[in-house]
């Protein structure tokens, strides 16, 4: 099974959390790549004018691990413009990690999770669920190793 780890991240908190859940799935001796996502502007003020800089090919993978954060409480642009080009995404499954600033998951990171996973569906995906890093607040360290834990082990 390959496990493609896609990552879009504009200042760095969902790089490092994908990084931490990358090194699980190694330690667990699947094949696992990370690759990203970028925009040559990753919050343009118009969501819908995204530019990709960078757009893996992930039609060799079997499992997606869809890494992305919340911007103004959806999904963030370029990970957005990415699985939305993406229209053959039937027979892989997928999984997500989402990370936002605020220290509730119901203050915009719920809500982008599901949109993400809505979006991967509508491309064809099983998805198999995801987990919500809250990104303020004491403790970071240990929330991230518990989400990276929980994204993991749905795979
Ligand atoms: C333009 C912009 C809008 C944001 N909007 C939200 C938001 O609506 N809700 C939220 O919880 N965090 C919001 N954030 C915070 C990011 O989601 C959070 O810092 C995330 O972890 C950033 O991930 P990154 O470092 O991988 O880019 C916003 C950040 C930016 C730059």
């Known amino acids: 099974m390959k496990i493609g780890i896609i990552v879009n991240s504009k200042s760095g908190h969902t790089l490092q959390a994908a990084e931490v859940l990358k090194q699980k799935l190694a ?7 990370l690759e990203r996502v970028s925009a040559y502007d990753e919050s343009p003020m118009d969501k819908g004018s995204v530019k990709l800089k960078s757009a893996p090919d992930i039609s060799g993978y079997d499992t997606l691990v869809v890494c992305a954060w919340v911007m103004g409480g959806t999904l963030c642009p370029a990970m957005n413009t990415y699985l939305s080009g993406n229209n053959n995404l039937s027979g ?7 990370t936002h600033a605020f220290p509730f998951k119901s203050w915009g990171g719920t809500q982008t999770l599901n949109q993400t996973e809505r979006l991967l569906e509508s491309k064809g995906a099983l998805v198999k669920g995801g987990g919500i890093v809250n990104w303020m607040g004491f403790g970071r360290k240990s929330r991230i ?4 834990e929980w994204t993991a082990g749905l795979i």
Do not use: E, H, Y
């Not at 330690?27 to 790549?33: F, Q």
């Not at 190793?145 to 990276?148: H, T």
């Open 92 to 98: 892989k499954t997928a999984v997500c990690m989402i």
């Open 145 to 148: 190793d518990s989400v990276a």
């Open 27 to 33: 330690a667990r001796g699947l094949d696992v790549r």
